[in-house]
C-alpha cells in the first residue's frame, strides 16, 4: 500500500521560511512524477505548486517561483519543499503527490492527508 506523509507545516509571518517534508512508503515507479500541491480553501481549484519528473526536471508555479524549492531523496522515499519569504497568500493546506504525469499531481494517483501552513501579516 502507498502511503505519502506530509510533515512541517505550522504558524509562521510573512518573510519566514518553512519546509515541508513527505515520506513515500509503498512501491511507487520510477517513472512516476512527485509534486506538491495546495488548495487555499475546500472550495479552491488546488494549485501545482512544484514538481519533479522522473528525470529531475523541476517546475514552479509562477506565483512561487524564486521561493520555493522542491527536491527529492535518492531513493524517491522523501520529498521535499524548500518555502521562503513567505506571504500570507501562501496560506494553505500542502499536499505531497505523485502520479504518472505532473498535469495530473492531485487529480489522479497518490496523496497524502496534507500539512497546514499559515502564513500571518
Known amino acids: 500500500e502507498v502511503q505519502l506523509v506530509e510533515s512541517g507545516g505550522g504558524p509562521v509571518q510573512a518573510g519566514g521560511s518553512l519546509n515541508l517534508s513527505c515520506t513515500v512508503s509503498?512501491?511507487?515507479?520510477?517513472?512516476?512524477?512527485f509534486g506538491w500541491y495546495r488548495r487555499q480553501t475546500p472550495w479552491k481549484e488546488l494549485e501545482v505548486v512544484a514538481?519533479?519528473?522522473?528525470?529531475?526536471?523541476?517546475t514552479y508555479a509562477d506565483s512561487v517561483k524564486g521561493r520555493f524549492t522542491i527536491s527529492q531523496g535518492n531513493a524517491k522515499t522523501t520529498l521535499s519543499l524548500q518555502m521562503n519569504s513567505l506571504k500570507p497568500e501562501d496560506t494553505a493546506m500542502y499536499y505531497c503527490?505523485?502520479?504518472?504525469?505532473?498535469?495530473?499531481?492531485?487529480?489522479?494517483?497518490?496523496w497524502g492527508q496534507g500539512t497546514q501552513v499559515t502564513v500571518s501579516s
Open positions: 503527490a505523485a502520479d504518472r504525469l505532473c498535469g495530473w499531481l492531485g487529480v489522479d494517483g497518490y
Open positions: 509503498g512501491y511507487i515507479y520510477s517513472s512516476y512524477c
Open positions: 514538481s519533479i519528473d522522473s528525470d529531475g526536471t523541476t
